[in-house]
């Protein structure tokens, strides 16, 4: 059974740095892996999907890796600011459940105070 | 474009009322709907996924009679809690795929918090 876990769980940080969340998953037969970002008492807003054929992904600040083998993916905030502020979600689609499913991690809180 | 919303957006009910939730897709037609659970400080589990004109399915543990998901339309599905108890209460969330984009793209309603007295 796919297991995905994310750390830290919460995390604290002053505006301007440079942070990374950690996404690690138990199983690499996975179609794809995605980061949501969620606000409190929110639906999930996408941010980078990554296909398990690919290393990385970019969107403005935000850089999304994955190294399936190892069954970690990485997401890297550029510059974080206080609107970044809000749960980080990582998910898999693994590939004996279907394509369209999502196995969800743990979640990171970020909050980023100015 | 892309739009999913919910309704209500929380509900307290007493127990042993039934409650509906309903999954709207608003600007596009939604073939495949997804109902998560999210307990506080906790990841979302799929309950079920349910494909319009057919019968749900549900992930193994979730009760089909306790949490009973129709999908008559292309752009609705609702999700009722009968006979809530205390301990249904979480934050419900839908989700929903457009027939006519990647399987990879799921749209999150904004969720519903249910709270049972």
């Known amino acids: 059974k796919q297991e995905v876990t994310q750390i830290p769980a919460a995390l604290s940080v002053p505006e301007g740095e440079n942070l990374v969340l950690n996404c690690s998953f138990t199983d690499s037969a996975i179609y794809n892996l995605q980061w949501f970002r969620q606000d409190p008492g929110k639906g999930l807003t996408s941010l980078l999907l990554i296909q398990s054929s690919q290393r990385e992904q970019t969107s403005g600040r935000l850089n999304a890796s994955l190294d399936k083998s190892s069954g970690r993916s990485t997401l890297y905030i550029a510059a974080s600011q206080p609107g970044d502020s809000a749960t980080y979600l990582c998910?898999?689609?693994?590939?004996?459940?279907?394509?369209?499913?999502?196995?969800f991690g743990t979640g990171t809180r970020l909050l980023v105070s100015p | 474009g892309a739009v999913v919303s919910q309704h209500p957006s929380w509900v307290i009910c007493k127990s042993g009322t039934s409650v509906k939730i309903e999954c709207r897709s608003l600007?596009?037609?939604?073939?495949?709907m997804f109902w998560y659970r999210q307990f506080p400080k906790k990841s979302l589990m799929l309950m079920a996924t349910s494909n319009e004109g057919s019968k749900a399915t549900y992930e193994q543990g979730v009760e089909k009679d306790k949490f009973l998901i129709n999908h008559a339309s292309l752009t609705l599905s609702t999700l009722t809690v009968t006979s809530a108890h205390p301990e249904d209460s979480s934050f419900y969330i839908c989700s929903a795929r457009d027939r006519e984009r990647s399987y990879n793209e799921q749209f999150f309603g904004p969720g519903t918090r249910l709270t049972v007295l």
């Open positions: 998910a898999v689609r693994p590939w004996d459940t279907g394509f369209q499913k999502l196995v």
């Open positions: 600007d596009f037609q939604a073939t495949t």
